[in-house]
């Protein structure tokens, strides 16, 4: 069964950074785009930035620049460390997995998000 754990998040100081990790686990044949998400309260979750397994990563705008997503193939991990945080940063941060897993079945995976709040 494959699982998504994240770690990091918490409260940020404005123009400060925090760090984001998600590990998948579990039944994993191979792992193709691994992304970050967020939602904020009374808005849509929307995409904060995905990299593929090759090839260029993609940002949404408002997070180009301070925010850099990264992965270890190794250990299953993506991580987002974000930088100069803003107030608008504020939201439930989830991570999203495409994988291959070693029985045929579900592809797409979220992890349980994690709260980032940026605030002085």
């Known amino acids: 069964q494959v699982q998504l754990v994240e770690s990091g998040g918490g409260l940020g100081q404005p123009g400060g950074s925090l760090r984001l990790s998600c590990t998948a686990s579990g039944g994993i044949g191979s792992i193709e785009n691994m992304g970050w998400y967020r939602q904020a309260p009374g808005k849509q979750r929307e995409l904060v930035a995905v990299?593929?397994?090759?090839?260029?990563?993609n940002y949404a705008d408002s997070v180009k620049g301070r925010f850099t997503i990264s992965r270890d193939g190794a250990k299953s991990t993506v991580y987002l460390q974000m930088n100069s945080l803003k107030a608008e940063d504020k939201a439930v941060y989830y991570c999203n997995v495409h994988l291959y897993p070693i029985v045929l079945g579900q592809r797409a995976f979220w992890g349980q998000g994690t709260q980032v709040t940026v605030s002085s």
């Open positions: 990299i593929p397994p090759r090839g260029s990563t």
